[in-house]
């Protein structure tokens, strides 16, 4: 699913961990949880990241997307993604 929006696995890696903030969004299948990131790469691209909470601090990566128009940029901000 990266692929489609051109992002790395590792640039949405580095997006998702250069933030704290993380908003709970709408639950996926079987009610799993998920959440959004809003944060940076080290190449300073503006990401949004939707994963899902597996447990034990750990997460998986559902998809990644530069934000794109009003919403998503709100959305971003709200997150903490500047």
Same mark, same amino acid.
Do not use: C, P, W
């Given at each position: 699913?990266l692929?489609k929006? =051109?992002? #790395?696995?590792e640039? !949405?890696c580095?997006? *998702? %961990?250069? #933030? *704290?903030?993380?908003l709970?969004?709408?639950d996926?299948p079987?009610g %799993?949880?998920?959440?959004? *990131? !809003?944060g940076?790469t080290? !190449?300073?691209?503006?990401? $949004?990241? $939707?994963?899902? =909470?597996?447990?034990a601090g750990?997460g998986?990566?559902? #998809?990644?997307? %530069?934000p794109?128009?009003?919403? %998503?940029? *709100?959305?971003?901000?709200r997150a903490g993604g500047?």
């Open positions: 699913m692929d929006h =051109d992002v #790395t696995y640039e !949405a580095e997006a *998702a %961990e250069s #933030t *704290a903030n993380y709970r969004t709408t996926g079987g %799993e949880r998920r959440y959004i *990131a !809003a940076r080290g !190449a300073d691209r503006r990401l $949004i990241v $939707i994963f899902a =909470d597996e447990g750990q998986r990566i559902i #998809t990644a997307r %530069e794109r128009g009003r919403k %998503e940029e *709100a959305r971003h901000r500047n």
